[in-house]
């Protein structure tokens, strides 16, 4: 392979791998975006939907796609009653108090992963109906897992797009995150809002957890990922969809070369590194605005 080709392949690892940095990316901002929380569960969140996938798909032999509709269906669920049962008792208390409640939900999630039978602390193994399927595109070798991914990823993306665009729910959530006394002047129940961000978070996360399994495997620690989705949020501008996005492509490209052209141990700071030199550019972020909130 040449020089050229290599570096084409790592591109295309790099996406792939983003792809899922988007995912969880997108968990964090949607839930700042609207409550101004920020939820360090998020990766927890993605494994909790990794292991319901294994359940359902595995212990339960639901067919694939099936089984990722009940492991969305189960997490969209269990983050509202996050948000009713654990959040929503302590809104107005100290920001830090909250991020301590949201880091305790992690070690909770880790903590009950590892002794519920059947999951526990092994690793998993997560077939797809892509597994062992390789695409050849000129010079390079796509998995079919990989562009399960991105086909996946884009497909979520555009689904969230329009549905806060285009339907009453998504723009009465929009309304919500930008002011919520106004929102609830206008009649919009801005808790149960709050519960269902919670809920689409958590769902999206559980995809982003099923698209993995196939690549990393499922365990209790897969929930760390979520260390590198948060500087992709960071990146971007915290509370910005688009910057989640960008954010999350850059950090797994960067990632992806690093542990390819750079000696060992590289590929774990890249991120953290990219991020420092952007911040020290830009430190809102490459897509935050200050602009005015309005409804």
Not at 53 to 74: D, N
Not at 146 to 166: E, G, K
Not at 167 to 188: D, E, F, K, P, V
Not at 263 to 288: I, M, S, T, W
Request: aromatic letters at 10%; one cysteine or more.
């Amino acid at each position: 392979m040449t020089p050229l080709a290599e570096f084409a392949q790592q591109i295309v690892s790099g996406v792939a791998l983003g792809c899922i940095y988007v995912l969880v990316a997108l968990g964090f901002v949607l839930i700042y975006k609207a409550t101004e929380v920020v939820n360090f569960a998020q990766g927890e969140l993605m494994m909790l939907g990794a292991f319901f996938g294994y359940t359902f798909v595995v212990l339960l032999e639901f067919p694939f796609w099936l089984g990722l509709a009940a492991a969305v269906a189960c997490m969209a669920a269990l983050g509202g009653l996050i948000d009713r049962v654990v959040v929503r008792p302590i809104v107005g208390q100290p920001v830090f108090a909250i991020v301590i409640v949201t880091i305790g939900i992690g070690f909770v999630a880790r903590s009950v992963v590892s002794f519920v039978p059947g999951w526990g602390v092994d690793t998993r193994a997560l077939e797809t109906p892509f597994t062992g399927k390789v695409a050849a595109i000129g010079p390079l070798a796509v998995s079919h897992d990989q562009i399960a991914v991105m086909a996946t990823t884009v497909v979520l993306v555009a689904t969230l797009f329009l549905f806060f665009r285009r339907t009453r729910l998504g723009i009465a959530m929009q309304a919500a995150s930008q002011n919520h006394l106004a929102a609830y002047y206008a009649g919009i129940p801005v808790p149960r809002i709050f519960s269902m961000i919670w809920a689409i978070s958590a769902a999206v996360s559980a995809a982003a957890g099923m698209l993995l399994a196939p690549i990393a495997f499922v365990h209790v620690n897969m929930g760390m990922i979520g260390l590198k989705a948060f500087p992709a949020a960071v990146l971007g501008g915290f509370g910005s969809i688009p910057g989640a996005i960008v954010g999350g492509l850059v950090i797994g490209v960067v990632e992806s070369l690093a542990g390819f052209y750079l000696p060992e141990g590289f590929k774990d700071v890249a991120a953290y590194v990219v991020l420092l030199a952007v911040l020290a550019v830009r430190p809102q972020g490459l897509f935050a605005s200050h602009a005015g909130k309005k409804v």
